[in-house]
């Protein structure tokens, strides 16, 4: 896709932490807001949106690995849903039709995951949000992510981070650090860069999918990498 030519369908992965701003846990209203916005605007260019959404701001981990892990990963499945609601309830109250779809059947509160349904929705220019993962333990939503946008066939997956881009090692400890503006998903996995989990990569690298890594502290970078401008770290 050349530079400033806008995708047709994006699949945007949002982690938990995003949603709950500088406290870290639970949800911040201001911030959920401010993304839904910039969300609402990449709508508004005739682009579908399809997102993926974490749970870390609810749960992390298995208090120290003494749950059992199936249990904790269905409890982060229920995570993303709470967080899936929230993103519904922000894009709607800015007139934004939006579909919550979960790998886990909970028919009062959303529709169940159906990939024809789902491409409908987005073809109708509604915003499908996909919560609880793959709807299995041993799976994180980076593999989500990976396994919706090669499932709904987006052009690209738009992944905001804390950081703004890849780099060879953390800038925040390493100063030598080198920021990449491309990478291949191979050399993810060989040098083991911690943008998304292994399984999560090589999904996107079997598949072609590629992937935009940038700086979510600023939402206006949403539609910047949605409308493929030059942002944050291409990786193909």
């Not at 899936?84 to 309830?89: F, K, V």
């Not at 509160?109 to 024809?116: D, G």
């Not at 291949?184 to 996995?189: A, R, V």
Request: with cysteine; glycine share 8%.
């Amino acid at each position: 896709m050349g530079e400033n030519k806008p995708y047709k369908r994006v699949l945007l992965k949002l982690s938990g932490e995003v949603l709950a701003g500088p406290k870290k846990v639970g949800i911040d209203a201001e911030v959920v807001a401010a993304l839904c916005d910039q969300i609402k605007k990449v709508s508004e260019l005739g682009i579908q949106v399809a997102i993926v959404v974490g749970g870390g701001n609810f749960w992390r981990g298995r208090y120290g690995h003494e749950m059992e892990r199936t249990t904790a990963d269905y409890m982060g499945m229920l995570a993303t849903a709470m967080n899936g609601l929230a993103l519904q309830d922000a894009l709607e109250a800015r007139g934004v039709y939006t579909r919550v779809q979960t790998a886990i059947e909970m028919r009062e509160i959303a529709e169940p995951y159906i990939k024809r349904k789902a491409i409908k929705h987005l073809e109708r220019g509604r915003i499908v949000i996909f919560a609880c993962g793959t709807g299995n333990p041993y799976f994180t939503t980076d593999t989500a992510a990976a396994l919706r946008a090669a499932e709904i066939d987006a052009d690209v997956i738009l992944l905001g981070k804390s950081i703004d881009a890849v780099y060879s090692a953390d800038p925040e400890i390493d100063k030598n650090a080198v920021k990449y503006d491309k990478i291949t998903y191979l050399d993810i996995l060989n040098k083991d860069l911690k943008v998304m989990d292994s399984t999560a990569t090589s999904l996107c690298r079997d598949n072609h999918i590629p992937l935009i890594v940038f700086g979510i502290d600023n939402p206006e970078n949403i539609v910047k990498a949605a409308k493929g401008e030059k942002i944050g770290t291409i990786v193909e």
